[in-house]
């Protein structure tokens, strides 16, 4: 243990074992790190029980079972008489939300990018890199007492705009299934979720409180309303124990997940004291299908991933679904992620713009009543799409979609999806997917590639499809079979292709192949990268 981390006042029972980066004294404070202990022997069991749960199911699922509604929480889903809290102070518009990592350039842009609300991320569009953990932590706390500042390599400077003019920020901690492997309570890694969630709520969140907002947050990847009902649980034990009302902290889930899409009333009934509606996770929905039905068969084989677009049956079932449930009860429905980011060529710059406009003007009309970006510089574009449907109302849930009727068998339609299984999906695949693990591994959570901001969960919708067209033994266009064979030789083509020696992209290449071509499939990429990880 060094010195600098010998001088904090660490609980009895906690042990860190990672080097501290510069201010990290200002998160790891007395009353957070007593938090993560507290919240790690209380609930750390139950995430472990719902983690195995989960694996319960998938294995019901590949014996045959289907997804469906759960009869035994029918009563929840017909009584018409709950809602959720009304709008926190400052979650009442969010009619275009940026999404990004907490390193302080992209901490200072995104504030300043004019957005309603910046989606502060220390999960997929970061990485858990112990630096990241605690570095991002020390920069959302700086940039509410307005400490942060950047200046380039090249000497340009990035200072905050006044605070009337930042966005509210939410952050999205590490889902449930990602260990702390640098903080140890009683011995175990303590939940990598408990940990992001402790610190900014002990530290930043109580700024946040003294500003007339608070602690907020957007909860990923849950896959059950139990596992909601522990976050609920963790809420309680947090506001009691800073003595806070109730339904001081909010919290947006993410619906991105197959299993949650069958449970969104639940969700939202676990949560409704804290809850701030839902959000449209689309990359990680796609994501999810694969990996929950990767061995049913022909009936669950997604084509190429540029073809499963939000108008495809299934995935419009799904969002429709979402928009219906949260105004059903009182609670916000936020859009999918854009990933199309600002281009350096016009003619690409325009088509990417188009796409974002098409994308965001089906969300409005469909009753959204905000969506996400991934980029600072489409912002605008995403306000000015729903500023057209909303006029000056800060949203629109009073539109209650009673139109739509979404059954089990429509969230299940995969089969109708339109499109094709090509050579050229397979390789996308693979670079994206190698290209993307490089900067994963190197600290970067989000990279542009190839005119997309890739994250963690696009990155599992390549690895997961290269899996299940092998598993499944695939014909491409070309009459070619997908094989492991063929996965490693046409990686070792397009690893040629890219800049550097083969030897830079080693470890990525390692790291992908050991999700996309193992005879067993791996729950998350994230997990064996993170364990490659210092």
Not at 100 to 129: F, H, R
Not at 425 to 446: C, K
Request: glycine share 8%.
């Amino acid at each position: 243990m060094t010195a600098q981390i010998e001088n904090l006042d660490i609980p009895e029972g906690m042990e860190i074992t990672g080097e501290l980066p510069d201010g990290a004294e200002k998160v790891l404070t007395p009353k957070a790190l007593e938090l993560i202990v507290e919240l790690n022997r209380k609930f750390n069991g139950v995430r472990l029980e719902r983690l195995e749960a989960r694996k319960e199911r998938q294995a019901q699922i590949a014996a045959g079972a289907d997804l469906d509604f759960l009869p035994e929480t029918a009563e929840i889903r017909n009584d018409p008489s709950w809602q959720v809290a009304p709008p926190a102070p400052g979650l009442e518009d969010r009619r275009v939300e940026v999404t990004g990592p907490t390193y302080e350039k992209m901490t200072i842009n995104a504030l300043n990018s004019g957005a309603k609300v910046w989606l502060a991320d220390q999960e997929d569009a970061n990485t858990p890199q112990w630096d990241s953990v605690i570095g991002g932590q020390v920069n959302l706390l700086d940039s509410l007492t307005r400490e942060i500042d950047f200046t380039s390599p090249e000497g340009k400077s990035y200072t905050l705009a006044p605070d009337e003019e930042l966005p509210t920020i939410v952050v999205r901690p590490r889902g449930w299934h990602m260990p702390e492997k640098h903080i140890l309570v009683d011995g175990e890694e303590a939940s990598g979720s408990l940990v992001d969630f402790a610190l900014y709520f002990s530290t930043a969140g109580q700024i946040q409180i003294e500003k007339g907002k608070g602690p907020y947050f957007y909860l990923p990847k849950m896959e059950s309303h139990l596992e909601a009902r522990l976050w609920n649980q963790v809420f309680d034990h947090a506001e009691d124990a800073f003595g806070l009302a109730r339904g001081t902290i909010r919290a947006t889930v993410l619906i991105e997940t197959y299993p949650a899409a069958f449970e969104m009333e639940e969700i939202l009934y676990e949560l409704r004291e804290h809850s701030s509606g839902l959000n449209a996770g689309r990359w990680d929905y796609i994501f999810s299908v694969i990996k929950n039905f990767r061995s049913r068969g022909s009936d669950y084989l997604l084509p190429d991933r540029s073809d499963v677009t939000m108008t495809v049956p299934f995935m419009r079932a799904y969002t429709e679904l979402l928009v219906r449930t949260c105004h059903k009860r009182g609670a916000h429905a936020i859009g999918g992620m854009s990933a199309f980011v600002p281009s350096k060529d016009k003619d690409e710059n325009e088509a990417a713009f188009n796409k974002v406009r098409e994308d965001k003007s089906r969300e409005a009309s469909k009753g959204f009543d905000g969506s996400w970006v991934a980029h600072p510089g489409m912002v605008a574009l995403c306000k000015e799409v729903f500023t057209e449907t909303l006029g000056e109302n800060p949203n629109q849930i009073e539109n209650k979609r009673e139109d739509v009727s979404v059954a089990a068998a429509d969230l299940l339609d995969v089969k109708s999806t339109p499109g094709s299984i090509t050579e050229a999906g397979l390789r996308t695949n693979v670079n994206v997917g190698i290209q993307y693990l490089r900067a994963w591994l190197e600290g970067n959570g989000a990279v542009a590639i190839h005119g997309l901001m890739e994250d963690a969960a696009t990155a599992e919708i390549s690895r997961s499809q290269v899996w299940q067209w092998m598993d499944a033994g695939v014909e491409l266009d070309t009459g070619v079979t997908v094989t492991g064979d063929l996965v490693r030789q046409i990686v070792s083509e397009e690893v040629a292709k890219l800049p550097g020696e083969e030897a830079d992209w080693k470890d990525a290449t390692d790291t992908f192949l050991s999700v996309a071509v193992a005879d067993e499939y791996v729950d998350f990429l994230t997990l064996p990268a993170y364990a490659r990880m210092p």
